[in-house]
């Protein structure tokens, strides 16, 4: 399930589901239930105590609370607002609990024992202030056990932010697909282990709603990934480039390098200035290393159209010659992965540089971590606080491919769509990590997979390395984990 659904969206697939399959209260009774199985994983004896709120998601809170007291347990039913101001299906729900509904604002909460939040919906549009806030704090201090119900009261489906407070959850129980608040930080953090419950919504409606974001999964991308031919040779698998910083900055180029060539590019060179040519000359094996000299020598790089994609940017420093570096790949209609010191050195042509990257013809891929965003796209990042929003804004703009690095990467396509990874262990937060990633993407580049495609799979790749090493992982162990990962994409 790879799509992922904003809480607008999945109001439509409610409506879809409900106009085409079964009413609103079978709805209801069948997210209330998978709430209800979640919490039956723990004994009998355990106290449990159901915080509801009005509208949909108190709903299911009140239908689980009946189901689970029908099973055995000990529960207990609080509530923030009037039984007298539920309507509908919600009424009917909390009319079938038929036992004591306790003011949420004052109860005394349990001292062992679950909490079901079932406080708010995924579509919170406001900040939570004043009693409920109080509320949320006092769960969040008391140490039990929290079943969220499809969100954590108090963030956002949409962007995962927090409004105000949100509930601290251990896991989340949510209903057909995921929203993006399960993905980004700091959602993701206080959703816990997310379930997906099958309440009966046929996979039909996504075809009406045709969603555009979706989790980082194979499945995404796995048609255009590239396969070796049996009557292949490595000049048919693309040749990539990677630039070089001078003598005290080598290890960069050779990390995206040996990354690139372990995607699959039939050839890699390393593109490097006179005085750091025998440091890698001595490094390298496989790896062709090639003099690149000022301007000129990069003009001659780009002469032999067979050298099809470039790194640009691991170590390079923020100036006038890796500027003019970017720009003569991007008019050479060549597959360019834009990094680090490559995207800084535009911090002050900002209007240009987009400009530049408009009028480019390959594939472009921009890889900038958030400070490197905000000194690039200084506009986007203060009118956007959704790390989605901020990623597709850019893509828009640039008609680049832009690839939002973190915890939570976002990677964005001029065409609107976009994937958020899962998979990244925080053990990549280590220098050289990202220039592996860089040269995983010009890899696949090479090999002419789309740009899309070829970020998410570099990013999810990433993640999987480094998930195979486990702990103590430092940017050089990624390649030798690399083979690892992309024998589990034919299981993922």
Known sequence: MIELLSPSEMADADRLAIAETMTAGQLLERAGRAVADAASRWPFNTPILVLCGTGLNGGDGFVAARILRERGYRVRLGMIGLVSSLGGEVAYAAEQWGSAIEDAFTLTLPREGIVIDALLGAG???????????????VNVSGLHVIAVDLPSGIDGSNGQIRGVAIKAQETVTFFRRKPGHLLVPGKVNCGAVRVADIGISDSVLETIKPKTFANQPALWRQHFPHLMPEGHKYARGHLVVLSAGIEGTGAARLAAKAGLRAGAGLVTVASPSDALPIHAAALDAIMVRRCDGLEGFAAMLEDKR???????????????????????????????????????????????????????????????????????????????????????????????????????????????????????????????????SGLIGGLLAQAMPAFDAACAGVWLHGEAANQFGLGLTADDLHGMLPKALAGLAQA
Request: proline share 5%.
């Open 307 to 437: 050298r099809n994609a470039f790194v640009i940017g691991p170590a390079l420093p923020p100036d006038e010659e890796t500027r003019s570096r970017v720009d003569m790949a991007l008019g050479s209609n060549r597959a360019v992965v834009v990094d680090a010191g490559a995207l800084t050195a535009f911090a002050a042509e900002r209007i240009r540089f987009i400009a530049t990257l408009r009028a480019a013809k390959g594939a472009i891929v921009l890889t900038p971590h958030e400070g490197e965003f905000e000194r690039v796209f200084e506009d986007i990042a203060s009118r956007h606080a959704s790390k989605l929003e901020r990623a597709r804004a850019a893509a828009e703009a640039t008609g680049a491919v832009v690839l939002l690095k973190g915890a939570d990467t976002v990677v964005a396509a001029p065409d609107g769509r976009a994937a958020i990874n899962a998979n990244a262990p925080p053990t990549l937060a280590t220098a050289g990590s990202g220039d592996v990633l």
């Open 124 to 138: 919170l549009s406001r900040d939570i202030t004043g009693p409920l806030a109080g509320l949320i704090e006092r």
